[in-house]
Each structure stands twice: as structure tokens, then as C-alpha cells.
């Protein structure tokens, strides 16, 4: 295989030519499956403690009693990140 066909082809070709198996791009693919796989994992394992967090700091951060027309007169407008019912 020459240096031009190296850098010019793609691996699909590479292995259509000369019979070579893309291992690279079957690594990467394989990598990125295990990946998005850890990183939903997680996230779910996160996820009810992140829940449970923010309902114990919420009415502590953001009570209804909040009065934030002083802070707008400084700001602009203001928005609401957090809502109270």
C-alpha cells in the first residue's frame, strides 16, 4: 500500500482493496458505545440524589416570600430560574 493510498483512502475501501480489517474503526465505534453507555449510567445513578438536593436547598435559595423588584430596578429584567407554587 503506498503512502498516497495510506492517507487518501478510507478504511472501508482499505478493506474492500487488500482484504484489512478496519480494526481502528471498529475500537472507536465499540468505545463510544461503552461511553455513552457509562455516561447514562451515571447520570442515572445521579439523578434522584441531584432530585432530593434540590428539593431540600430550593424553598432555602428561592423562599415565596422573595421580593425581586429591587433587584430588577438594578438588572432589568429578571427571570425566574426556580418557580414556587
Known sequence: MSPE?????SPWA???LYGKFPFKLLLH??????????SIT??????SYSRSISRSWNPLLFPNSYD?????????KG??????E
Do not use: C, M, P
Not at 423588584?69 to 438594578?74: K, L, T, V
Open 29 to 38: 465505534v465499540i468505545l463510544t458505545v461503552l461511553t455513552t453507555y457509562h
Open 14 to 16: 482499505k478493506y474492500r
Open 42 to 47: 451515571v447520570s442515572s445513578v445521579f439523578d
Open 68 to 76: 425581586s423588584s429591587a433587584e430588577e430596578s438594578n438588572w432589568g
Open 5 to 9: 493510498e495510506k492517507l487518501d483512502l
Open 79 to 84: 427571570y425566574e430560574i426556580y418557580t414556587g
